[in-house]
């Protein structure tokens, strides 16, 4: 299998960042951590042992990215407008350096966006933020409401990183169109505390006629070996 590790100076953030590439084509995959998680946590974790098969026959090519949520989100001693500032940052080094990287090393056009736990809510924000860019987002496990982390404060950037925000205030005909053509997929345990999340996220972008699948698991299905089986079954090419 193709392993590639890269470190470079981010401009958007600020501070060096890293990341993994594992397969040779196929689609791309931007892979998110869990919260505060790094880079190599899919392949500690076996995520891409479980996914080894479709990576190998050129069906898809991992990006697994660092995260920056203890300086964003998680980071508690600042105010939280300085918290989502942090995230939009977050957001300009993918869209601005990490996807042109993808590129440049693969020239298929489809773009997934995964992750779990946290990482689902970075999935989906980032996905329905540039449905231009991105084609499906499969997110396990997920919260999709920010404004937990925010102590009741809003502004432009908490927002626009928001999905139950900024898919609810969306009524521009472009945009929904474009949001029409992403394939979303949440999974999530029908006995996990973020079921409810999930279901708000499935039944606003319904109301928005942006079609989604919403797939319950049985029992609390939030961990390494349900994830494994989820991705394995949602873009793995296995049942």
């Given at each position: 299998?193709?392993?590639?590790?890269?470190?470079?100076?981010?401009?958007?953030?600020?501070?060096?960042?890293?990341?993994?590439?594992?397969g040779?084509?196929?689609?791309?995959?931007?892979?998110?951590?869990?919260?505060k998680?790094?880079?190599y946590?899919w392949?500690?974790?076996s995520?891409?042992?479980?996914?080894?098969?479709?990576?190998?026959?050129?069906?898809?090519?991992?990006?697994?990215?660092?995260?920056?949520?203890?300086?964003?989100w998680?980071?508690?001693?600042?105010?939280?407008?300085?918290?989502?500032?942090?995230?939009t940052q977050?957001?300009?080094?993918?869209y601005?350096e990490?996807?042109?990287?993808?590129?440049?090393?693969?020239?298929?056009?489809?773009?997934?966006?995964?992750?779990?736990?946290?990482?689902?809510?970075?999935?989906?924000?980032?996905?329905?933020?540039?449905?231009?860019?991105?084609?499906r987002?499969?997110?396990?496990?997920?919260?999709?409401?920010?404004?937990?982390?925010t102590?009741?404060?809003s502004?432009?950037?908490?927002?626009?990183?928001?999905?139950m925000?900024?898919?609810?205030?969306?009524?521009d005909a472009?945009?929904?169109?474009?949001?029409?053509?992403?394939?979303?997929i949440?999974?999530?345990?029908?006995?996990?505390?973020?079921?409810?999340?999930?279901?708000?996220m499935?039944?606003?972008?319904?109301?928005k006629?942006?079609?989604?699948?919403?797939?319950?698991?049985?029992?609390?299905?939030?961990?390494?070996?349900?994830?494994?089986?989820?991705?394995?079954?949602?873009?793995?090419?296995?049942?």
């Open positions: 299998m193709n392993r590639e590790h890269h470190r470079w100076y981010s401009p958007s953030l600020n501070r060096d960042m890293e990341l993994l590439v594992f040779h084509a196929g689609a791309r995959v931007l892979v998110f951590p869990t919260s998680g790094r880079f946590e392949e500690d974790r995520m891409i042992d479980t996914l080894s098969g479709a990576i190998n026959n050129g069906w898809l090519q991992l990006y697994c990215v660092d995260s920056v949520d203890a300086e964003s998680y980071n508690y001693g600042i105010h939280p407008g300085g918290r989502a500032y942090r995230h977050y957001d300009n080094y993918l601005h990490v996807l042109p990287l993808t590129t440049r090393k693969n020239g298929n056009p489809f773009l997934v966006t995964t992750g779990a736990s946290f990482g689902a809510f970075h999935a989906m924000s980032f996905g329905l933020k540039h449905p231009d860019k991105v084609d987002i499969l997110a396990m496990s997920g919260l999709f409401d920010i404004r937990s982390f102590n009741g404060y502004d432009d950037n908490v927002y626009f990183n928001n999905p925000q900024f898919i609810g205030g969306e009524n472009y945009r929904l169109g474009q949001l029409r053509h992403v394939d979303i949440m999974a999530t345990g029908r006995g996990d505390r973020l079921i409810d999340s999930a279901r708000a499935s039944g606003l972008l319904w109301s006629g942006i079609g989604n699948a919403l797939r319950e698991w049985d029992g609390w299905s939030h961990d390494w070996v349900y994830w494994q089986r989820m991705v394995q079954t949602y873009i793995g090419g296995h049942d």
